[in-house]
């Protein structure tokens, strides 16, 4: 912010040149002789003397570039001139060669700055080189994270901060800042960065552009928390600023309970527009902490205001919750309906279509059909029920022709009721070869699996999404487990040299080391190795020099040498006496992370591990203090009983559904809480108004421990389905027309070996584990369902979580 001893609506500056004398590109400055200029400085004001000799070289294009800063400059108060050198004239500005591409910049007779003339490149430069130097106390540079995060901490409860990043000094985007850092320094504090390392610190997607942040750090009074960020959206320009900045002072949210259409506010002014919350007395603080939420993402968007049905004389709609207002002058008012905070954003950013109430419709809204609004995959199904899929990029099978694709060539085969060179796509329209389809043990659409030339054909148990079915088809295309056959090979695969391709789809590499007479363990780890085929690179070692490794590693054999190529390390597991599904167990939980991003697709991993979930919920990045926090705990064993997560809330929306079934509404972030699915259902909130530090966190969780906690909510015990129960299709058709249905077989993840005889159809069958599938595959109602419940209940108001 700008300091009391220089004010720059009340200073001039001396902007002072050396140049040549170029009079057609200079007709705009004016020229003063040295004794002239001199005798015209005075404290406190400005001007811009550029001493000239015949003999210079020439330099019109940057004078041209000059001329057009005069006026800019002028209207900052600060004003430029030229004066014409002679020869015999003694002035330490006149006469010297090295001086003559300098730039000097004066306040009085006082020298600030001296730039060279090539950093001065064009008028956007000059401007803002000028304007930075002047403004060197209340523009704060930084180069890194600490430095921004001490500016932070010393300016909470005092000011907020203008954080902005630029490419380099000089450029238009500079210019735009500095000429915001003018205006608006005595309010805020400017803080500006050219490091692109500093702006990835701060989660900034696009980091190619210049960016531009306020800081909301007024309101915080507690150091551990992390001042609110709103990044402005729009391209770095002067009135863009200008805009943002207005809607930073406006009000976060207004009470109104006048008509709509007669609301007028410093958004509609800059060309924004307004939602209005439609509340009731008897909601009305539900209402208000639902329309802060809403403020808070839509801020710098469209201004917010929470509208008194009851005191309001204007009929609106019984129906509508929303109203939303556009910022073109005469535009009708629209009366929504709106059950998802989500659709608001939506409507402002005009992402989506939303269905609009009409003033006169008296007609009562019309619900979809709940047997396909609760069911996520019906409705997704329903929504999207005529895009044509382009099914020609794949061979079609049937009956027929299945046995002698798959055998004679690696293939995927699709079965639905639709990636790699080496692999030949297929499909089997299960609706047209239901029999085919039941020998394969499929009864569900869709599902995907790998047959190999005389291999196990593997069901694929992952998301259906391009980077997951992608790393299972990779990840297959060597058999595990590798069987590594010297030492120095082994340490290429534990440095990840031996599959270094592969390495970005297996961060994880397992090595088993046995001595060649531990047959039963061997055969063990070859079969978890083959169970996990897909997921992870596992290889065996079991040569004479085996020692060699075991005791370069520390480990006992048996044992795995799990090899962790991020973080560059290998650790030994021993698993003596160890089975089959021991074994795949210890591999799972060595693929997990010790603080991990909870999203939809690994959820059900970590539930499996049969711990409550501690989980920190916050609206972006946490503060890497939070996570040094929950990692000095893990270490210390303080959180050996619980399963430490964060959910990142723009990552995965869903977790605002579920934080609105604990609280009823949304909290303010970051916020921790204990949720014990797996006994009792109790969920457990920690303190929002203690900072998140290893001392406070600590002495909450021995609360817990002690009983000395109550929850603030208690989940159902009862189980999460579908409203309707599963169907088999397949069973189905073929009782319609056979009268007797087919038999439904067990549900398996890998398969016996194909038969050679074209007619004899293999079949699926477990080989390794009796435990419910389901903890594998994910494609199945039960498999994550927690975070299913929780989108449904954002979406659909169910509180039954």
């Known amino acids: 912010m700008m300091s009391s001893s220089f004010n720059i609506y009340r200073v001039g500056i001396s902007f002072v040149m050396m140049c040549i004398f170029y009079k057609s590109a200079v007709d705009s400055l004016s020229e003063l002789s040295p004794q002239k200029y001199f005798s015209t400085l005075q404290p406190g004001k400005a001007s811009l003397a550029y001493f000239c000799q015949a003999d210079s070289p020439r330099t ?118 500095m000429e915001a850092a003018f205006v608006y320094g005595t309010t805020y504090q400017f803080v ?116 008194l049905r009851d005191s309001l004389e204007v009929d609106i709609p019984q129906h509508a919750n929303v109203v939303f207002r556009r910022a073109e002058e005469g535009a009708p008012v629209e009366f929504l309906v709106l059950h998802d905070t989500e659709l608001i954003i939506s ?56 046995n002698a694709t798959v055998v004679a060539s690696d293939s995927i085969v699709l079965f639905y009721a639709g990636c790699t060179s080496t692999m030949l796509l297929t499909r089997v329209n299960c609706a047209d070869w239901s029999d085919l389809c039941t020998k394969q043990n499929v009864t569900e659409f869709p599902v995907v699996k790998m047959y190999k030339e005389g291999k196990h054909p593997v069901s694929y148990a992952g998301m259906l999404g391009t980077e997951d079915l992608l790393k299972f088809i990779l990840l297959n295309r060597i058999s595990c487990p590798v069987n590594i056959t010297s030492v120095q090979e082994a340490e290429e695969y534990l440095s990840g040299e031996l599959y270094k391709d592969l390495i970005p789809y297996s961060s994880v590499s397992v090595l088993g080391l046995f001595s060649p007479n531990m047959t039963t363990a061997k055969e063990d780890f070859t079969k978890a190795g083959n169970y996990l085929r897909g997921c992870v690179i596992t290889g065996i070692y079991s040569e004479e020099d085996v020692l060699i490794l075991s005791n370069k590693y520390g480990a006992t054999l048996p044992a795995l040498l799990l090899a962790r190529h991020k973080e560059g390390k290998v650790e030994s597991i021993p698993f003596a006496n160890s089975r089959v599904q021991d074994i795949v167990q210890i591999v799972t939980n060595a693929l997990l992370e010790t ?24 609206d972006g990045s946490i503060n890497p203090q939070y996570t040094k ?26 977790g605002r559904g579920i934080l609105q079934t604990y609280f009823n509404a949304l909290p303010p972030l970051p916020l921790i809480v204990v949720v014990n699915l797996h006994s009792g ?14 001392q406070n966190l600590l002495l909450w969780l021995k609360k817990l421990e002690a009983g000395l906690e109550s929850p603030i909510t208690i989940l159902p015990a009862q189980e999460w389905k579908p409203p309707l129960p599963a169907y088999d299709f397949l069973s189905m058709m073929d009782a319609a027309a056979s009268q007797h249905p087919t038999r439904k077989e067990p549900e398996c993840t890998k398969e016996t070996n194909m038969q050679k005889n074209d007619k004899k159809q293999h079949e699926d069958k477990s080989t390794i584990r009796k435990e419910p599938v389901e903890t594998l595959r994910i494609k199945h109602w039960n498999r994550s369902n927690w975070f299913k419940e929780g989108d449904k209940s954002f979406r659909h108001d169910n509180k039954e979580l």
């Open 681 to 694: 259902g109790q969920v457990f909130a920690f303190p929002s108004e203690q900072a998140i530090t290893e």
């Open 629 to 654: 926090t929950i990692l000095t705990l893990v270490k210390e064993k303080h959180l050996d009983s619980l399963t430490p997560c964060w959910l990142n809330l723009k990552n995965t929306p869903a």
């Open 595 to 618: 603080f991990p991003e909870i999203t939809v697709e690994n959820l059900p991993i970590y539930l499996r591990l049969q711990k409550p979930l501690l989980i920190l919920f916050s």
């Open 192 to 307: 500006l960065t050219t490091e692109i390392a500093l702006l990835e610190s701060i989660g900034t997607e696009a980091i190619e552009n210049a960016h531009f942040y306020f800081f909301h750090c007024k309101q915080v009074l507690d150091l551990t928390q992390q001042c609110r960020r709103t990044l402005m959206e729009q391209p770095l320009a002067t009135l863009n600023i200008h805009r943002f900045i207005k809607t930073m002072e406006a009000p976060l949210l207004t009470e109104v309970a006048e008509d709509p259409q007669q609301v007028s506010t410093v958004h509609l002014q800059l060309g924004l527009p307004l939602v209005f919350i439609v509340s009731q007395q008897a909601t009305h603080e539900a209402d208000r902490r639902t329309a802060e939420w809403v403020a808070w993402r839509l801020l710098g968007k469209a201004g917010v205001l929470l509208l």
């Open 347 to 402: 409507r402002v950013e005009g992402n989506t279509h939303i269905e609009e109430m009409q003033e006169d419709e008296d007609e009562d809204v019309q619900s979809p059909d709940m047997d396909i609004q609760d069911d996520e995959v019906a409705e997704t199904v329903y929504r999207h029920r005529k895009t044509q899929l382009p099914l020609e990029l794949t061979v079609e099978l049937t009956e027929e022709t299945f």
């Open 60 to 177: 019109s294009i940057f004078l041209e570039e000059l001329n057009e800063a005069v006026k800019p400059l002028q209207d900052f108060g600060i004003s430029v001139a030229k004066v014409n050198c002679v020869k015999e004239e003694t002035s330490r500005y006149c006469g010297k060669e090295k001086d003559l591409m300098k730039v000097y910049l004066f306040r009085g007779n006082i020298l600030l700055r001296e730039f060279p003339t090539d950093t001065l490149f064009d008028v956007n430069a000059i401007i803002a080189h000028v304007l930075f130097a002047l403004l060197f106390n209340e523009v704060k540079y930084i180069t890194t994270l600490e430095d921004l995060q001490n500016i932070e901490n010393s300016l909470k409860g005092k000011a907020n901060i203008a954080f902005s990043y630029v490419r380099a000094i000089g450029t238009p985007e500079h210019r735009a800042v």
